[in-house]
């Protein structure tokens, strides 16, 4: 099996291969700083989400003045205002808001699991429809397990998330570097 990059040999991805390896050694190593300490990571997602929903918030509020009709000025604006509280929520409270943002995380876990081991139930004559349903019981039972913990999970789940993430980021990162240098 040949490689695309392979095939073009002054490709400009594979002459940066030393910045892909970089950036993927510096997600390790963020992820495991943030698997080192949980909380704070958590609190770091939160401040993330905050910031987020304080920008999303100023451009409904901007946006709900660009309207003409008096019932959707009103609509936009109350979505921004909403928003804007939000993310002065995850400032001024980020553990709760935290256990909040753990919560939905549960309910949507599963939901999607259970929408998935549906799916994977009515493709049950296809081959690999077992993947997908088991798919589904796993996430569904992700969920669950954060449910049943909540809210004493939420000082750390968010965080565990985050490291995760970040570690498996950094590790495709690097082996995506060494695949290109070779």
């Known amino acids: 099996m ?9 490709s400009p991805l594979r ?5 892909f390896l970089g950036l ?6 963020c992820g495991l700083i943030a698997l080192s300490n949980l ?8 401040f993330y989400v905050g910031m987020l929903m304080l920008a999303g918030g100023v451009i409904y509020l901007v946006h709900a003045f660009q309207v003409r009709r008096w019932d959707q000025v009103l609509f936009w604006a109350l979505s921004g205002l909403l928003y804007v509280l939000a993310g002065i929520c995850a400032f001024i409270n980020p553990i709760f808001t935290s256990a909040a ?7 949507a876990l599963l939901v999607a ?27 569904a039972l992700a969920g669950f397990v954060i449910a049943l913990g909540w809210p004493v999970n939420s000082l750390w789940i968010l965080g565990l998330f985050l490291a995760v993430d970040l570690i498996i980021q950094g ?9 290109l240098r070779s």
């Not at 943002?101 to 309910?107: E, H, R, S, V």
């Not at 590790?171 to 695949?179: D, E, P, Q, R, V």
């Open 2 to 10: 040949t490689s695309v990059f392979n095939e073009m040999p002054g």
């Open 15 to 19: 002459s940066k291969w030393t910045w």
């Open 24 to 29: 993927g050694v510096l997600l390790l190593i």
């Open 39 to 46: 909380l704070m990571a958590t609190v770091a997602s939160v």
């Open 101 to 107: 943002l753990t919560l939905f995380l549960a309910i």
């Open 113 to 139: 699991g259970v929408f998935r081991l549906w799916v994977g139930m009515r493709m049950r004559p296809l081959k690999g429809w077992r993947w997908i349903a088991a798919s589904g019981v796993m996430t």
């Open 171 to 179: 590790w495709t990162m690097i082996a995506f570097g060494l695949g």
